[in-house]
């Protein structure tokens, strides 16, 4: 069984940061690709970003490039999310996702999926 546990949302300021950060547990091949999806109030859950284990392979949405950072270490089994230059437009839950093949990761089928946290861009 694998879970997700994500952590780092919270309220901030347009042009502010926040580090989300998502730990895993479980068999480490089912979490081989980790990424993050966002889903706001409203609207259809979206991919951001994802990055296999080796880091050789970082897949980024065009919401995320130039502003979002993704990081994985994998002694701790977690990953990770810098968001930059925030924008109101990025208020959402966001959640991480696993799986031991990319390509469900960016289809948005991933096996795993975590609880979300809450990230409000706001004056």
């Known amino acids: 069984q694998v879970q997700l546990v994500e952590s780092g949302g919270g309220l901030v300021r347009p042009g502010g940061s926040l580090r989300l950060s998502c730990a895993a547990s479980g068999s480490r091949n089912s979490f081989n690709t980790m990424g993050w999806y966002r889903q706001a109030s409203g609207k259809e859950r979206e991919f951001v970003a994802a990055l296999s284990y080796d880091e050789q392979n970082k897949y980024y949405a065009d919401i995320a490039k130039g502003r979002f950072t993704i990081s994985r270490d994998i002694f701790k089994n977690a990953v990770y999310l810098e968001m930059n230059n925030l924008k109101p437009e990025d208020t959402a839950v966001y959640f991480c996702?696993?799986?031991?093949?990319?390509?469900?990761?960016?289809?948005?089928?991933?096996?795993?999926w975590g609880q979300g946290t809450r990230v409000t861009v706001s004056p």
């Open positions: 996702v696993a799986d031991s093949n990319s390509y469900y990761v960016r289809q948005g089928t991933a096996d795993y």
